[in-house]
């Protein structure tokens, strides 16, 4: 009897930053190494219009993959709850739905080998345990930030102020030290009520398989040594180490389409400006699709941006209502009187949204101001594009102590105590990285990390290596004797 072909669960968290990774991670798993891959979603994790880009292009695509979409869910006082609080209980009231999907995929074939979800879906791990299917996280972040949540329990028993507070640098293993106040807000704050909910994902964390993370190894070697190696103490009560596969960059291999006829015009219109710039000569801005600059600080980047004489395209995004959603900005309300005008032969301004991926391997771009997401992030490492570093939110400090810092490919724009970033600061960081020492410096170390990201996917690369050995054990677990599978009776 031949070997089964293993099949994998995949389910996701909510926003565009997950649901990405979690998409290229399914159809390379089917594309590279022919696995059967069933994507489980709720409607409330991702817009329509995004969900719909996903399937269509899958489907035309012809790789095994499945959709499974669950059904909404809602929770009284959404409207005052922190981000972190109200996914998570999305998530928790979700349960039931991925229980009912898990028991169904198990009454077919071919067999679910494992389930892989993400770090906050916490609450489906015990789930996927209980009906016997092995679960893994796919970790969308760093080794950096994986190695300081596996840490996370130990260090909340240890030091009982919050981080924020502390006068000394929390020590993680991998990692030099590193300042309270640089770590996720979240964890910062034992008032914060989403501080609960990381101590729950990150003691839940040890209790699965194995986890799969979003880098490679030549990116942060010392930090995976110290996870393979077991350096960091678990304080929980599981009673396992996870195997970890650095499998990544895990990055999109081409831009979403939107099925919107004015997006995709503002689309062709960004990339016909760019053919018409000089090589290396543009300044893309953009702070990621969950991001939005309150309107003091949009004032002073734009005359920053201004006053450097560089081109730039800047993607400049509204804040909406919905986590979810992609809102139109109304330029002239938010930009500076006049700016358009004054700037409209060497800049363009685009509302809402670009095509990251085109403008970042365009021959026209030579920079990139970032909030440092780890998505935009990778996407520029794969693409060779140095970074003026400007985090705003979640682990985005952190990522900016190893662009920096570490593996020195981007400069810092340097801020005020509450993240404000002035203009003469905006002035002087696009000018170092554009025209400056330091900017040749950093651009020279980005193209040598460029080969490195490139050479890790390929076959007998170490991202390669670390993805066939998981899928290996995934094989392995579909041929098993105490397979979780059930086969239909014939």
């Known amino acids: 009897m031949g070997s089964r072909k293993p099949r994998v669960a995949i389910f996701p968290s909510a926003g565009l930053g997950h649901l990405i990774p979690f998409a290229e991670l399914a159809i390379r798993l089917s594309d590279h190494h022919g696995l059967s891959v069933s994507f489980i979603s709720c409607k409330w994790m991702f817009s329509p219009r995004l969900m719909a880009s996903y399937s269509e292009r899958i489907a035309s695509s012809g790789l095994d993959i499945t959709f499974v979409q669950l059904p909404e869910v809602e929770i009284d006082g959404a409207e005052h709850m922190k981000i972190e609080t109200h996914i998570s209980k999305l998530l928790e009231k979700s349960k039931d739905s991925v229980v009912s999907a898990l028991r169904s995929l198990l009454d077919s074939a071919p067999p679910i080998s494992a389930f892989i979800t993400d770090f906050s879906c916490s609450t489906m791990f015990d789930v996927a345990a209980?009906?016997?299917?092995?679960?893994?996280?796919?970790?969308?972040?760093?080794?950096?930030?994986?190695?300081?949540?596996?840490?996370?329990?130990?260090?909340?028993?240890?030091?009982?102020?919050?981080?924020?507070?502390?006068?000394?640098?929390?020590?993680?293993?991998?990692?030099?030290?590193?300042?309270?106040?640089?770590?996720?807000?979240?964890?910062q704050d034992r008032s914060n009520e989403a501080f609960y909910w990381a101590v729950q994902h990150c003691s839940c964390l040890w209790k699965v398989r194995g986890i799969l993370i979003n880098t490679f190894e030549e990116l942060e070697?010392?930090?995976?040594?110290?996870?393979?190696?077991?350096?960091?103490?678990?304080?929980?009560?599981?009673?396992?180490?996870?195997?970890?596969?650095?499998?990544?960059?895990?990055?999109?291999?081409?831009?979403?389409?939107?099925?919107?006829?004015?997006?995709?015009?503002?689309?062709?219109?960004c990339l016909k400006w760019l053919d018409n710039q000089p090589p290396s000569s543009v300044l893309f801005v953009s702070f990621g699709s969950g991001?939005?600059?309150?309107?003091?600080?949009?004032?002073?980047?734009?005359v920053g941006l201004e006053a450097s004489g560089h081109r730039f395209l800047w993607v400049l995004r509204s804040l909406s209502s919905s986590f979810l959603s992609i809102e139109e900005t109304e330029l002239s309300q938010v930009l500076p009187e006049g700016f358009e005008n004054r700037t409209r032969d060497r800049g363009l301004v685009v509302a809402s949204w670009a095509p990251q991926i085109p403008v970042l391997s365009h021959p026209s771009t030579g920079g990139f101001i970032s909030h440092c997401g780890w998505n935009s992030t990778?996407?520029?490492?794969?693409?060779?594009?140095?970074?003026?570093?400007?985090?705003?939110?979640?682990?985005?400090?952190?990522?900016?102590?190893?662009?920096?810092?570490?593996?020195?490919?981007?400069?810092?724009?340097?801020?005020?105590?509450?993240?404000?970033?002035?203009?003469?600061?905006?002035?002087?960081?696009?000018?170092?990285?554009?025209?400056?020492?330091?900017?040749?410096?950093?651009?020279?170390?980005?193209?040598?990390?460029?080969?490195?990201?490139?050479?890790?996917?390929?076959?007998?690369?170490?991202?390669?290596?670390?993805?066939?050995?998981?899928?290996?054990?995934?094989?392995?677990?579909?041929?098993a004797e105490n397979s979780v599978a059930i086969i239909p009776h014939i």
């Open 221 to 269: 070697p010392e930090t995976i040594k110290a996870l393979v190696e077991g350096k960091i103490s678990n304080t929980t009560e599981a009673d396992r180490v996870p195997r970890f596969y650095p499998v990544g960059p895990v990055i999109s291999s081409s831009p979403l389409e939107y099925n919107d006829k004015h997006v995709e015009d503002g689309r062709a219109d």
């Open 130 to 187: 209980e009906l016997g299917i092995p679960t893994y996280v796919f970790f969308t972040s760093t080794a950096s930030l994986l190695s300081f949540m596996l840490s996370f329990p130990k260090l909340v028993s240890e030091i009982p102020i919050s981080f924020k507070d502390t006068e000394f640098p929390i020590e993680i293993p991998g990692l030099p030290p590193i300042a309270g106040t640089d770590l996720p807000p979240p964890v």
């Open 378 to 479: 990778l996407e520029s490492i794969s693409h060779g594009m140095p970074i003026i570093c400007w985090p705003l939110f979640a682990e985005q400090r952190m990522n900016r102590i190893l662009l920096v810092n570490k593996l020195k490919v981007g400069i810092a724009a340097k801020m005020e105590s509450d993240g404000f970033v002035g203009r003469e600061e905006v002035e002087r960081a696009v000018r170092e990285l554009m025209e400056g020492g330091d900017g040749r410096r950093v651009r020279a170390r980005m193209r040598e990390l460029k080969v490195k990201a490139v050479s890790a996917l390929e076959e007998g690369g170490s991202s390669y290596k670390a993805m066939a050995a998981a899928v290996s054990e995934w094989t392995t677990n579909a041929n």
């Open 291 to 302: 991001a939005s600059l309150p309107s003091a600080q949009v004032t002073e980047l734009a």
